[in-house]
């Protein structure tokens, strides 16, 4: 083989046979050439595009969106403070801070902020999880949990969940060791929206040397926490999103409860101003709006009722959405299927150990979930 090196401004090529290489691809971390590319959900506009509908005719219920939009009273407060965008916000966003914790009963002291949940967890991966540490991981759930401690070096462990998608945790626990760093609880579950049982939870936090995340993104939807739980051991931490409930996907807020020792050490390494002005008033007034909140939940509890009209396996859930197994069928033929309707759910095989045949199907308004329901029956028909 013969290598021809070329020097060129910037940077240098190494031309082979195989080939034009950057030789500064090399100068990539080893733990990004092992990562898995996160897959979200797909987009009214991509949909739009490809499928050539009126966007207007699209409805999404792919990533567990609040069907009933935003709080009224976080877009007023977004409007009121639009002016204000050129200041940066509080560094430590206290108005926001000081919201949660009225809203969660939890001293403000012990709550942290992030932009979304996954700017929290990226934060907690910067604390305890490094090169040749590992995180246990429940499958299927949320792939996030996987990216953000395989980019930062650490070691996924997989525990897969039984066909009812709950977690043994002596097989758990049995693959604690002393490499075991942090441990990764979704309750609700996504995607398959059961939750765990707080014996469970305090089980295997009293059992571990490691710290043990619960990820609450949907316990409104559930009212099952343990956010009270924080307060009794220390190595127990709460997450929690503004995504979901309260309509503010699109702002990003997410955050987290800590034991005392942990908050000042978070706030060390956290990216600073991480939730921007806007999100931090808007997150304000969407928590005091309890009669939005009290409709969004409503509407939850009417749409998994609705959907159990759906000609396929449709798991219980206790969160927003609604696990489907559409088998003999597989998930990419059932959502192309809606897809080509106007229609986005969830295909479900980017989850790991979740298989090809579950589709996520995020609850909508009435009208939007007749939609589903009627593209299904015309699918298994």
């Known amino acids: 083989m013969i290598t021809l090196i070329c020097f060129v401004p910037h940077y ?33 506009e991509e949909i739009a595009k490809k499928y050539n509908i009126d966007p207007e005719k699209i409805i999404k219920l792919g990533s567990n969106e609040n069907a009933l939009g935003a709080s009224p009273k976080a877009i007023k407060a977004i409007i009121e403070n639009a002016k204000e965008i050129y200041r940066y916000p509080s560094a430590d966003a206290t108005e926001l801070r000081d919201a949660i914790s009225e809203y969660v009963k939890y001293p403000r002291d012990n709550i942290v902020v992030g932009a979304g949940m996954d700017g929290v967890l990226d934060t907690l991966m910067r604390l305890f999880v490094g090169i040749g540490e590992e995180a246990i991981i429940p499958t299927p759930t949320f792939s996030y949990y996987e990216f953000t401690v395989n980019v930062h070096g650490g070691t996924p462990i997989f525990i897969r969940r039984d ?31 059961n939750t765990m049982s707080e014996e469970d939870i305090i089980k295997i936090v009293e059992s571990v040397n490691a710290i043990v995340l619960v990820d609450e993104a949907y316990v409104e939807f559930a009212n099952k926490s343990v956010v009270h739980l924080v307060k009794e051991y220390e190595n127990l931490v709460v997450t929690r999103t503004l995504s979901k409930l309260f309509g503010l996907a699109g702002f990003r807020v997410g955050y987290g409860i800590l034991p005392d020792w942990m908050v000042s050490e978070y706030l060390r390494v956290t990216t600073p101003f991480s939730v921007t002005r806007l999100a931090v008033v808007a997150g304000v007034a969407a928590l005091k709006d309890k009669e939005f909140i009290k409709k969004s939940i409503e509407n ?27 088998s003999p069928y597989t998930a990419k033929e059932v959502t192309e299927s809606l897809l080509q309707k106007g229609i986005i759910v969830r295909d479900c095989t980017s989850f790991r150990d979740a298989g ?26």
Do not use: W
């Open 12 to 44: 240098i090529l190494s031309i082979t046979k195989g080939g034009v290489i950057l030789i500064y691809y090399k100068l990539l971390r080893e733990s990004v050439h092992k990562t898995r590319e996160y897959v979200p959900g797909k987009s009214i």
């Open 356 to 381: 090809d045949s579950l589709i996520r199907v995020t609850i909508g308004t009435p009208e939007q979930n007749e939609r589903v329901i009627e593209g299904l029956f015309r699918f298994k028909v």
């Open 300 to 326: 939850a509890k009417i749409g998994r009722e609705m959907l159990k009209k759906i000609p396929f396996k449709a798991y219980q859930s206790k969160a927003n959405f609604v696990l489907v197994d559409v």
């Open 163 to 193: 066909e009812n998608f709950n977690i043994d945790v002596d097989k758990l626990l049995n693959r604690v060791n002393k490499k075991t760093k942090f441990i990764f609880l979704c309750s609700p579950n996504n995607p398959s929206g």
